[in-house]
């Protein structure tokens, strides 16, 4: 059935791929519109940002879970393996490690921190940054490293 309902989901070795971009979306949303609403001093979009990075959080939850569970089956050499694979397992557990301690200071102090703003900030910009590089490592292993397998045979052939 999935098969008829999603067929390039039909081919995936696990779910990974089909949730990464939720969290990916979300927090770099919160970042922006934590950024705009500390810069226009707007609780409005501070309460957008909010939601957006709680929702973030709980999507790289699952990201992390789903992506830890998978690094047993991907199918790239052990050099991969320890440069990229290793590297973006890490980056990604402190982009949500981060997300966490976010969303406990934001729940705390909401939608948006003011004591230490700033530093909230920085972080918020910090997480971004990992998670980019991070995010960078998986793309490079599946496009750079066909981790996701043989669902798409190189190279691809134009039909119409």
């Known amino acids: ?39 226009a001093k707007s609780d409005r979009l501070a309460v957008i940002a909010f939601a957006m990075l709680l929702a973030g959080t709980v999507a790289g939850a ?36 981060v997300a966490v301690v976010l969303s406990a200071w934001a729940l705390l ?12 900030v920085v972080l918020l910009l910090v997480m971004f940054g990992v998670m980019v590089k991070g995010a960078d490592d998986g793309g490079r292993m599946v496009y750079d490293y066909n981790a996701g397998g043989q669902a798409c045979g190189q190279p691809i052939e134009f039909t119409q």
Do not use: C, E
């Open 62 to 97: 699952a990201a992390i879970a789903t992506g830890l569970y998978a690094s047993q089956g991907v199918m790239v050499a052990r050099s991969v393996r320890r440069a990229l694979l290793h590297q973006h397992q890490f980056l990604m557990v402190i982009t949500g490690f």
């Open 1 to 39: 059935m999935l098969d008829k309902l999603l067929p390039g989901a039909a081919h995936l070795q696990n779910v990974h791929p089909l949730i990464v971009h939720f969290p990916i979306a979300l927090l770099s949303a919160a970042v922006l519109f934590y950024l705009v609403a500390w810069v």
């Open 109 to 120: 102090q909401r939608p948006f921190p003011r004591r230490l703003r700033p530093l909230f």
